[in-house]
């Protein structure tokens, strides 16, 4: 008796790919995204040149990474609402640990392994307590956001040269921060496109319950997963703190956050779990970015912009669940 595999269904495809059998991938969101750059273009000449070019990849770098993450997180069900505050207490530690001297090595292992550490404690909660995902990141991040203003004593600390490199040279005229960026969300692609892990992710975010039955470790899946958004919300803060070259106290997490959220819906990430693209995720982050230069560059008054970015971003959404539904009835 021979067991044939069947094909994927188009939308089990798009939903780990990012791409849909018929039509254009993430149509909607691109078409936004054109409009707003074509726009801005025609308004100012500033927008185009080089050096707006590479402002807007830097801003997007940090998102990207914490992004990635999350869309990892939330395509397996979960939820992270501390990754912002991870970034600004990994950032501050490491400030405090490089002004006494400290390797600029071992302050990059410290960070990450804090992250990844505040992941986990996340992670453990979220698994073996009826908590919901939600309240326990949002207290997490409040309780770090805390912690930043003891570590910092209430002053800004500035790096001087300390990891100078990495949030402002470039390579072949691309930043490094973008090259990083870049390397991670490939990563994750790969991971939740080819791997055991990914594909794993999508089951327990499916249906966690089927997921333990069909013999997936569902409990070592999502401390891993938790312990990852954590360890990349580390990176993300050791590129926040080369970017500015310092750590202040009144710097907080809960914009950033809300921004990666942001970038990780409008790009077709479910918020109740089982679909994910980091195609959608990148291509979100880059609107948010290039919404936020626009708005600068043609000097709207900081009243309009939080209503023009909440404008852009339910265009966006709409636009994406349109493309989403006209894929499924195909």
Wanted: charged letters at 10%.
């Amino acid at each position: 008796m021979s067991v044939k595999t069947l094909p994927d269904a188009p939308e089990a495809q798009q939903a780990r790919t990012g791409f849909s059998p018929r039509g254009i991938p993430h149509s909607g969101l691109v078409a936004v995204l054109v409009i707003v750059v074509v726009a801005t273009a025609l308004r100012t000449d500033a927008f185009t040149t080089d050096t707006n070019i590479i402002n807007i990849l830097r801003q997007v770098s940090i998102n990207a990474v914490i992004a990635a993450g999350l869309t990892l997180l939330m395509t397996a069900g979960g939820m992270d609402f501390s990754m912002g505050s991870v970034v600004v207490v990994t950032a501050a530690v490491a400030a405090q640990m490089l002004s006494h001297g400290w390797p600029t090595w071992l302050t990059v292992v410290a960070a990450l392994v804090l992250g990844l550490l505040i992941g986990l404690v996340n992670g453990v909660v979220a698994t073996f307590t009826t908590v919901a995902p939600f309240v326990i990141t949002l207290a997490t991040a409040t309780l770090l956001d805390g912690v930043c203003l003891l570590v910092l004593n209430g002053q800004t600390i500035s790096l001087g040269t300390k990891m100078f490199a990495l949030g402002n040279e470039k390579i072949a005229g691309i930043p490094y921060l973008t090259i990083v960026a870049v390397l991670v969300m490939v990563a994750t692609a790969l991971v939740m496109r080819f791997t055991t892990f990914g594909r794993d992710a999508f089951a327990i975010g499916g249906n966690e319950h089927v997921a333990r039955l069909s013999g997936i470790n569902v409990t070592a899946r999502k401390l891993t997963l938790y312990a990852t958004t954590g360890a990349l919300a580390g990176l993300a803060g050791l590129m926040t703190l080369s970017r500015l070259g310092s750590s202040s106290p009144g710097a907080g997490g809960l914009t950033t956050q809300l921004a990666a959220v942001a970038a990780v819906v409008i790009g077709g990430t479910s918020l109740a779990g089982g679909h994910g693209t980091i195609i959608g995720t990148a291509l979100g982050v880059v609107l948010l970015g290039v919404v936020a230069n626009a708005l600068n560059l043609v000097q709207i008054s900081a009243n309009w912009q939080p209503v023009s970015v909440g404008a852009v971003l339910l265009i966006a959404a709409i636009a994406n669940e349109m493309q989403k539904a006209r894929s499924a009835r195909h």
